[in-house]
């Protein structure tokens, strides 16, 4: 136990936790969001899908508690070493230090992550608590299109999806670049597949509440 507390205390085992945890929820998105686009297909292929769900409720139970503690050790050490980050560079401010990191989307995965957080406690709150909550049967297509008739709501769902974009768009390579999968010849290709998976993750996320609030009349 002794080697394992002292990995997971230090700054290098942190980094690995937030990058592993990172990798399962990369996966998590893709399954999630292959799931949601069934609400392109309407009413009947959405309930259908929710409904096979449903009969594997203690299988989604265990994902459910996974998700939770992956959710929560990503943001705990993502949390913890922009802090320790933080105090080490204000304290190297005398001597002139530039950050190393320079582009766009590294400097903001603490504030795109952030907001990603809110975002994800309303969706939460508004999907996943009144669907397993209610005290009635709840349509679970009904519930997601009738948030999305909300401007406010979609709006706030689009400009989450774009910060997801951001965030995904430096986490994918800094997690490969954790475990080492950085060699010169595999880092462009790495580069280039996490932009593409943030574009798509970004875009596709985006569709369901544009489409639902502008094209789709009717709820
Ligand atoms: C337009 C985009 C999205 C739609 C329509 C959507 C839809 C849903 C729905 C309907 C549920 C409830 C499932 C149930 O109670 O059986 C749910 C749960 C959940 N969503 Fe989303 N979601 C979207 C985006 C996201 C994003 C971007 C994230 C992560 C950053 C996310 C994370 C979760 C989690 C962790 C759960 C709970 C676990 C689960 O039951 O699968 N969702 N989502």
Redesign the pocket.
Known sequence: MGWFSKFINSSIGKKFIMSFTGIL?II??II??LG?LS?FAGENAFNNY?GT??KFKPL?RV??VL?TII?VLHIYNAVYLWWTNRIAKSKLYAVNARSKETNIFARTTIQSGSI?FI??VI??KT??YA??FSAADVN?YK??TGWFANPVYSYF?IF??IL?GFHLNHGFQSAFQTFGWNHKKYFRLIQTIGTVYSILMAVL??T??VYFLFFHGGH
């Open positions: 929820l998590f998105l999630h969001l949601n609400l929710a769900l449903e989604v994902i459910e998700l959710f990603i975002f994800l969706h939460l999907f996943w669907s397993n679970l519930l997601v769902y989450a999806m997801l996320f985006a369901i509440p």
